[in-house]
């Protein structure tokens, strides 16, 4: 019987071998996990473990990571997300900001050094005319999907290169590419029915040269429509926040992923809510840091984000 420490840092057992190797084939766990034996104090990864040593006896590397199963067949998403639901527990949303500071301290170079080289490339990309607008379109959710792969795997204590903040490229392009444009593309048609009379208000006072319109001569009911808009667009925005960690983590579609993602984090959306409000705070204190803090404080938002997707995407198994 056997005791393992999960991505959450919370205790798991006693469990037979058999159970925990049923949670590292659905990526639970991994042979970096640390366990120990009931009655034991002695914590070790378990590939040290000759119980999860390959067929043939020989020890298993340690620091390689399984390849994620591939889905078998079409997913459906609403007994996908309600298996995920029942095993997740209630989210600590200051838990999951705690682990994220306790990985970026113990992770602070390789972190720091992942986002600025993404950062980087993505600026650089920016930068060409006309082209780099289009690109970042289509090529921001690929980035940001090996971006979080590369999380992920430091959160789990598998082995990651600075090349892997690019895996996005090679495990799932164009299912993070579309993920992206979708959700990008059904933000906006929720976003302009509710904003059309701000659009044509602004529309008449710079075409027509309306130099005395004034926001009070909007009605209420186009006010009330951005709010109710802005409403909807956040809703969906939380909504969707774990979609591109669902396509590179769990290789779902980027359709299947976005409803998994809804939900799941429906069950709980306050609280993912929160995790992102949290975000948005400690961004804005890097950005009032003279930028230069946005550095050190995105690594903290991604760690808080990915614990939480971690908790609600990724529970253990049940006994």
């Not at 994620?68 to 997300?81: C, H, I, N, R, T």
């Not at 164009?174 to 979708?182: E, I, R, S, T």
């Not at 550095?295 to 908790?311: K, N, Q, R, S, W």
Request: glycine letters at 10%; proline letters at 6%.
């Amino acid at each position: 019987m056997f005791i393992i420490i999960g991505g959450d840092g919370k205790e798991y057992g006693p469990v037979t071998a058999d159970q925990v190797r049923t949670w590292i084939k659905a990526g639970s766990a991994n042979l970096e996990t640390k366990a120990k034996v009931l009655g034991s104090d002695a914590w070790k990864r378990l590939g040290n473990f000759t119980e999860f040593f390959p067929a043939d006896g020989s020890p298993p590397v340690l620091g390689a990571e399984p390849a994620p199963a591939l889905p078998a067949g079409p997913q459906d998403a609403k007994s996908l997300a309600e298996d995920l639901r029942t095993r997740a527990q209630t989210l600590d949303v200051f838990s999951c900001v705690d682990r994220s500071f306790q990985l970026w301290k113990n992770n602070f170079l390789p972190l720091v050094g992942a986002t600025l080289l993404v950062v980087v490339v993505q600026m650089a990309i920016g930068f060409i005319p006309l082209l780099g607008a289009i690109a970042g379109l289509f090529l921001n959710a690929i980035f940001y999907g090996g971006l979080y792969y590369y999380y992920l795997g430091k959160m789990r204590g598998q082995h990651r290169k600075v090349g892997d903040v690019f895996a996005g490229f090679k495990r799932a392009p164009v299912p993070l590419m579309l993920a992206g444009l979708l959700t990008t593309a059904l933000t906006v048609a929720v976003l302009v029915p509710f904003s059309a009379p701000l659009i044509l208000f602004f529309f008449n006072v710079v075409i027509h040269d309306q130099a005395g319109g004034q926001l009070s001569d909007l009605s209420p009911l186009a006010i009330v429509g951005v709010f109710v808009g802005g409403l909807l667009i956040t809703y969906l925005s939380v909504c969707w926040i774990f979609t591109l960690g669902l396509v590179i983590d769990k290789n779902l579609g980027p359709w299947t992923a976005m409803e998994v993602s809804r939900r799941v984090v429906s069950k709980q959306w306050f609280r993912v809510f929160f995790v992102a409000i949290l975000g948005m705070i400690m961004t804005m204190l890097g950005i009032i840091a003279l930028f230069v803090g946005v550095l050190f404080t995105i690594p903290l938002v991604i760690g808080a984000i990915l614990y939480a997707y971690e908790d609600l995407c990724n529970p253990p198994p049940k006994n």
